[in-house]
């Protein structure tokens, strides 16, 4: 149920006919944390509405206090946040590389990064750089091209 986030256990036959829910996108800006739900401003009605686990999906790692995102409406309420599927983080510590077997495209080292996430990166890949993270697995994707030097 995209309402709450429970799952529901129902044959296509018990709920037919199918109608299509008036949805819309709306661009918010994230403000901050408020206990476990965060709070996000939309951007043309500037009210507040705090978004939860459901509407989150595991993206609060990803969220950055001022920026802008697509949240899905449905019922006047927020149902989704929609986080891009690559952003870009700064590496704000890289571990010593440890000693590994195999090419050297695939040695990795610990990094962690702005918001505190821990991913593995490549032997190049130094503190102050600028990564994209896939935000579905977590995993370092590539180097961001700004923020080569």
């Known amino acids: 149920d995209v309402r709450d986030g429970h799952a529901v256990d129902r044959a296509l036959e018990e709920i037919l006919p199918v109608e299509e829910v008036e949805h819309s996108y709306r661009t918010m800006q994230y403000l901050y944390p408020r206990g476990a739900a965060r709070v996000f401003m939309d951007s043309e009605s500037f009210e507040e509405y705090e978004l939860g686990d459901a509407q989150l999906a595991g993206c ?28 870009a983080l700064k590496v704000t510590l890289t571990a010593a590389p440890e000693r590994s077997v195999g090419g050297s495209g695939g040695v ?41 030097h």
Do not use: C, H, W
Not at 61 to 79: C, H, I, N, S, T
């Open 108 to 148: 990795l080292k610990e990094a962690t990064l702005e918001n505190g996430l821990m991913v593995r990166v490549p032997l190049f890949i130094k503190t102050g750089d600028l990564i994209r993270v896939d935000t579905r697995t977590k995993t370092y994707s590539g180097k961001d091209k700004e923020g080569a």
């Open 60 to 87: 609060e790692p990803f969220l950055k206090e001022g920026e802008q995102y697509r949240v899905l409406f449905a019922d006047g309420r927020p149902l989704l946040l929609e986080m891009p599927e690559n952003i």
